[in-house]
């Protein structure tokens, strides 16, 4: 690991002007390209103190051994000269994107004598015409096939085209119409270049010309009755409509645009590009990068951007280019695009209407695009062996974690205090060990308190379970009397598990070790690793919890989640993994598995608290009849103060049910007075306004209402 001080530039060296940077490691390999505006200022950001660096910006630096620059005379120039040098070195730490398939384009070849339109992929060649990408080589030919009765343009290989001219017959399609047959001379090489350029200009979405210059030739042949010309045109008319049809409008005003999204993590970005020719989308493709850099929305942007258009002119750099981010500054990169085009391009951020909706479709698309990413990623065994392995070195394990337990706390400003547990085995997730846990032992907001209570009270069923089996003989017993989420009380005061049903009694399902009669255990398997939502303080209680049962075999780690450092019991400083790591990306996953378990759970506890009322504790008193009761009095508070004789008149309740519930509404404390949270004005109930439990519903303003959930 270098010291960036050791081959920090001397002050003054540095120019305060536009240019780009390298960064080379010890063998003088290009690791990180950046552009500034200022060299100066930028690269005084690398060489202050290691601690203050983000630990992706960190690495870089320790890793590099020399840096190096190049002063250009403006951004825009700086720009060109960072996708260059980006493109010819392929440096480790900057951003690349990578093609998640290999997308056919529909190409014709203006480079040639006799131009060819047909299916290409790969790198793009200069002097050929490209459109696309299309999501299927078929589609492609499905298009051509109905283009070519209009522009019957070449589409053999070049053995076919010369033997051909050899021979002096045409191939089929010469012969049934759908080529020119160039090849024997029946149209010349000026012709034929025409009949390309029209049939350019009609992918290129100059659709209207040519099907009106049609539909103006189909009527002259009618009037001088030649029907047999005027029904293949009307065929040609409506060859064109059908390939017309297979692209819906999508903006009324034939927009020419590229919509570009950006779906990203911690760890990962997907980029989506929808191709909008004509007001119709010509095609669409996507890249899944891994964020190897310290970098925002903006700079993926620009970074999509270069990789876009870095080798595109003209026509292919549309008028429009739709982001969800602008690059900061944005002026150079408008102006690059600008003159990669030769006209004006406009670069912005849809603000409504049918842009800003066909954006919100491009954006579902990214976001997909990385979920099945990750799906693909996490379901690889060698990646997920790979991660395992990389866990257990970076924490110094004897064996690789097969394994995982998570931990996070949940709460809503203090109130509906709740936890919970994931658990992963071999690297994927195993939902119908998941638990989650009501904090009982204290009232208030303590993570730290809280963590200690949960790994204590699932520890101390574990060496409950060990002690049935006699392999413990010291065990404790655990704490009774907890209910789970439904309200079942379970000897363990576990929740119900998250594998799309509900556990009625909290019990572990699908557990591989049984009772004697055949029921399922409740944690009697131990996991290797436990990993906590948090830093040290949070990896210090779970490490005295595990201490104060005597439990020494099991390892505890944290993962901070603000720069994805992992913390380990009694030590200073974390273990920064790097941003490529299978290894943190399995952390990540199970961490942010654990927080969305508890929050779901935590949500779900105070909504049943908000809903709850006085009447849920009448036995015998169901829903119909409890709102029939709100609908009768208009209010619980009214409800409260009728008499027995009034509660009886509400049809379905008797006399002895009327007393039930006068009995319970005098022992329960009447609700707190609504009031607005902006004002402080007490506000009076008004008819219709319960709750669903009959509560007055608070008219305060939601975002004054709402605490803060962790």
């Given at each position: 690991m270098a010291d960036p001080s050791s081959y920090r530039p001397k002050p003054g060296e540095i120019p305060d002007s536009p240019g780009v940077y390298r960064f080379r490691d010890e063998h003088r390999r290009v690791i990180y390209v950046g552009k500034a505006k200022s060299l100066r200022q930028r690269l005084a950001n690398y060489f202050q103190d290691l601690a203050g660096l983000h630990p992706r910006t960190r690495s870089m630096v320790t890793t590099a051994a020399s840096v190096e620059w190049t002063v250009v005379s403006t951004e825009v120039e700086a720009l060109q000269l960072e996708y260059s040098w980006i493109k010819e070195y392929d440096p480790r730490f900057n951003v690349k994107y990578r093609d998640d398939k290999s997308y056919p384009y529909l190409a014709v070849t203006m480079n040639e004598e006799y131009p060819r339109v047909q299916v290409m992929r790969g790198h793009k060649k200069k002097g050929v015409r490209y459109f696309g990408p299309y999501a299927h080589a078929w589609a492609i030919r499905d298009t051509v096939d109905l283009l070519l009765r209009v522009f019957p343009v070449r589409t053999c290989s070049a053995g076919v085209f010369k033997n051909a001219a050899r021979t002096g017959r045409?191939?089929?399609?010469?012969?049934?119409?759908?080529?020119?047959?160039?090849?024997?001379?029946?149209?010349?090489?000026?012709?034929?270049?025409?009949?390309?350029?029209?049939?350019?200009?009609?992918?290129?979405?100059?659709?209207?010309?040519?099907?009106?210059?049609?539909?103006?030739?189909?009527?002259?042949?009618?009037?001088?009755?030649?029907?047999?010309?005027?029904?293949?045109?009307?065929?040609?008319?409506?060859?064109?409509?059908?390939?017309?049809?297979?692209?819906?409008?999508?903006?009324?005003?034939?927009?020419?645009?590229?919509?570009?999204?950006?779906?990203?993590?911690?760890?990962?970005?997907?980029?989506?590009?929808?191709?909008?020719?004509?007001?119709?989308?010509?095609?669409?493709?996507?890249?899944?990068?891994?964020?190897?850099?310290?970098?925002?929305?903006?700079?993926?942007?620009?970074?999509?951007?270069?990789?876009?258009?870095?080798?595109?002119?003209?026509?292919?750099?549309?008028?429009?280019?739709?982001?969800?981010?602008?690059?900061?500054?944005?002026?150079?990169?408008?102006?690059?695009?600008?003159?990669?085009?030769?006209?004006?391009?406009?670069?912005?951020?849809?603000?409504?209407?049918?842009?800003?909706?066909?954006?919100?479709?491009?954006?579902?698309?990214?976001?997909?695009?990385?979920?099945?990413?990750?799906?693909?990623?996490?379901?690889?065994?060698?990646?997920?062996?790979?991660?395992?392995?990389?866990?257990?070195?970076?924490?110094?394990?004897?064996?690789?974690?097969?394994?995982?337990?998570?931990?996070?706390?949940s709460h809503l400003q203090g109130d509906d205090v709740v936890a919970s547990m994931v658990v992963f085995e071999d690297g994927l997730a195993r939902k119908s060990e998941y638990r989650r846990f009501q904090i009982k032992g204290f009232a208030g907001q303590d993570d730290v308190r809280s963590m200690h209570e949960v790994i204590t009270r699932r520890f101390r069923r574990y060496l409950a379970e060990k002690e049935k089996t006699g392999e413990w003989a010291d065990g404790e017993t655990t704490e009774n009397g907890e209910t789970t989420e439904n309200g079942a009380t379970t000897e363990n005061g576990i929740g119900t598990v998250d594998n799309g049903g509900t556990a009625d009694t909290g019990e572990t399902i699908g557990t591989t070790l049984t009772e004697d009669d055949g029921r399922p255990r409740r944690f009697a398997y131990p996991p290797q690793l436990v990993v906590v939502d948090g830093g040290a303080p949070q990896v210090a209680a779970a490490q005295r919890a595990l201490e104060d049962l005597g439990i020494d075999d099991i390892a505890v780690c944290g993962l901070a989640k603000r720069l994805e450092e992992v913390w380990l019991p009694g030590d200073d400083d974390p273990v920064v993994l790097p941003r490529t790591s299978e290894g943190l990306y399995l952390l990540q996953r199970v961490r942010d598995e654990a927080h969305r378990f508890a929050i779901s759970y935590q949500r779900t506890k105070r909504s049943k608290r908000f809903r709850s009322s006085p009447l849920d504790d009448v036995p015998g008193l169901g829903d119909t009849r409890k709102q029939a009761l709100l609908k009768h009095f208009g209010s619980l508070k009214r409800l409260r103060s009728a008499t027995i004789d009034q509660i009886c008149e509400v049809p379905g309740i008797g006399r002895k049910t009327a007393k039930t519930i006068a009995a319970a509404l005098a022992q329960a404390a009447p609700a707190a007075p609504a009031v607005n949270t902006a004002t402080g004005e007490i506000m009076e109930e008004e008819p219709g306004t319960m709750g669903a439990g009959g509560e007055p519903v608070r008219t305060g303003a939601p975002d004054e209402r709402r605490g803060q959930e962790t």
């Open positions: 045409p191939c089929l399609l010469g012969y049934i119409g759908k080529c020119s047959a160039p090849c024997v001379d029946r149209v010349s090489a000026e012709e034929h270049r025409e009949l390309a350029d029209e049939f350019c200009d009609f992918m290129t979405g100059r659709t209207n010309t040519y099907i009106r210059r049609l539909e103006k030739q189909m009527a002259e042949a009618a009037e001088e009755m030649e029907y047999e010309r005027a029904a293949r045109l009307r065929d040609d008319i409506g060859a064109l409509k059908k390939a017309m049809e297979k692209n819906a409008v999508v903006l009324a005003d034939a927009t020419d645009a590229d919509l570009i999204a950006v779906a990203e993590d911690e760890l990962e970005a997907a980029v989506q590009i929808f191709h909008v020719r004509g007001g119709r989308v010509r095609g669409q493709r996507g890249w899944v990068t891994d964020k190897v850099e310290d970098i925002t929305t903006g700079a993926l942007v620009e970074h999509a951007l270069q990789q876009l258009y870095g080798e595109e002119t003209g026509d292919a750099v549309p008028r429009e280019v739709l982001v969800p981010a602008l690059p900061d500054p944005v002026e150079p990169v408008q102006e690059w695009l600008t003159g990669r085009r030769g006209s004006g391009v406009s670069l912005r951020v849809p603000q409504r209407g049918d842009k800003k909706a066909l954006m919100e479709t491009v954006q579902r698309n990214a976001q997909q695009a990385l979920v099945l990413h990750k799906t693909k990623r996490a379901s690889d065994l060698t990646t997920r062996s790979r991660a395992l392995e990389e866990i257990a070195d970076a924490l110094d394990l004897d064996s690789a974690p097969l394994r995982i337990e998570c931990y996070d706390i």
